[in-house]
C-alpha cells in the first residue's frame, strides 16, 4: 500500500507564507502525478496543482497560479506546495493525493486518485 502524510499546516496571517510537504512510502510505481486538493467546511474538494513525478510537468487550478508552486524531491520521495500571498479564504483542509494511473494527464478530478492523505490544517488571519 501507500502512504501519505502532509505536514507544513498552521495558522498564518494574510499576506504570509506557507510550505506544506507530502510524503510518500509504500509502493512504487513507473508513472504517477502528485496532487494537492484543499476543502474548505461546507465546500466541496477543490483541485489546486498536480504534477508529473517522471517529467516534472505541473498544473495548477486558477485560483493559485501565481501564487501556489508544486515540486518534487526525488530524493526524500516529497512532494511540496509553497503558497505565497495567502488570503483568508485560503483556509482549509490541505490534502495531498496519488494518481497512478495517469496516463498522459494531470487529473484535476478528485476521481482520478486512488491514495490519499489525512490532511493539515491551514488557518489564514485577516
Known amino acids: 500500500q501507500v502512504q501519505l502524510v502532509e505536514s507544513g499546516g498552521g495558522l498564518v496571517q494574510a499576506g504570509g507564507s506557507l510550505r506544506l510537504s507530502c510524503a510518500a512510502s509504500g509502493r512504487t510505481f513507473s508513472n504517477y502525478v502528485m496532487g494537492w486538493f484543499r476543502q474548505a467546511p461546507g465546500k466541496e474538494r477543490e483541485f489546486l496543482a498536480a504534477?508529473?513525478?517522471?517529467?516534472?510537468?505541473?498544473y495548477y487550478a486558477d485560483s493559485v497560479k501565481g501564487r501556489f508552486t508544486i515540486s518534487r524531491d526525488n530524493d526524500k520521495n516529497t512532494v511540496r506546495l509553497q503558497m505565497n500571498s495567502l488570503a483568508p479564504e485560503d483556509t482549509a483542509v490541505y490534502r495531498c493525493?496519488?494518481?497512478?494511473?495517469?496516463?498522459?494527464?494531470?487529473?484535476?478530478?478528485?476521481?482520478?486518485?486512488?491514495?490519499w492523505g489525512q490532511g493539515t490544517q491551514v488557518t489564514v488571519s485577516s
Open positions: 504534477i508529473n513525478w517522471n517529467s516534472g510537468r505541473t
Open positions: 493525493a496519488l494518481d497512478i494511473h495517469p496516463g498522459s494527464m494531470l487529473h484535476t478530478s478528485t476521481r482520478a486518485y486512488e491514495y
